[in-house]
């Protein structure tokens, strides 16, 4: 059984950093492209960033510069390093699996991230 | 920036057809997926490839991709199809794209 469990939300003040974690279970992670996707409450899905089974890194223009998007085979684990953080960037962040061709096949539970002062 | 539209809203009654629609540039020139979100839940994957079904998802829902437009189709809609709908398209030269989301009403 496929699993995503993120891990390392939370609140955080504005002009902070936060990185979050994603467990990957039940498949073999390294053969996968990765993706983050958000979620501000009551909004709809924004795309943050994703990574190739290669390591290549793409990144919505919002978040450009300032997160980055890498992977740790051996771990089966997904990070996103989230630096200069912003209100606009409070959400909740899923870890999502990419099935091929850019379909989000596989969803975790999803992490809060809050940036309030 | 690439922008996709949908309707905000939907209304079907039970057993209806419920159709959505998501509109961009050229969209039937790209692959899109469809959504579904029920409240306090993840989303999960009803349609890819335009008009593809993942295992599991019932044949209700069907998709279609031409033009500017994409369409997910859930035939003889059930309340617990009642969730939000998000399409999201991409190609080589776009970044990974949602549309705002439809509210699909059971009533």
């Known amino acids: 059984e496929v699993q995503l469990v993120e891990s390392g939300g939370g609140l955080v003040q504005p002009g902070g950093s936060l990185r979050l974690s994603c467990a990957a279970s039940?498949?073999?992670?390294?053969?996968?492209?990765m993706h983050w996707v958000r979620q501000p409450a009551g909004k709809g899905l924004e795309w943050v960033s994703s990574?190739?089974?290669?390591?290549?890194?793409y990144y919505a223009g919002s978040v450009k510069g300032r997160f980055i998007i890498s992977r740790e085979n051996a771990k089966n684990s997904l990070y996103l390093q989230m630096n200069s953080l912003r209100a606009g960037d409070t959400a909740v962040y899923f870890c999502?699996?990419?099935?091929?061709?850019?379909?989000?096949?596989?969803w975790g539970q999803g992490i809060l991230v809050t940036v309030s002062s | 920036s690439y922008e996709l539209t949908q309707p905000p809203s939907v209304s079907v009654s039970p057993g209806q057809t419920a159709i959505i629609t998501c509109s961009g540039d050229k969209l039937g020139d790209k692959y899109v997926c469809w959504y579904q979100q029920k409240p306090g839940q993840s989303p999960v994957l009803v349609i890819y490839q335009d008009n593809k079904r993942p295992s599991g998802i019932p044949e209700r829902f069907s998709g279609s991709n031409s033009g500017n437009t994409a369409t997910l189709t859930i035939s003889g809609t059930q309340a617990m199809d009642e969730a939000d709908y998000y399409c999201?398209?991409?190609?080589?030269?776009?970044?990974?794209?949602f549309g705002p989301g439809t509210k699909v009403t059971v009533l």
């Open positions: 999201q398209a991409w190609d080589s030269s776009t970044e990974n794209v």
């Open positions: 039940g498949f073999t992670f390294s053969n996968y492209d």
């Open positions: 990574i190739g089974a290669t390591g290549d890194t």
């Open positions: 999502v699996r990419d099935g091929g061709v850019q379909k989000f096949d596989y």
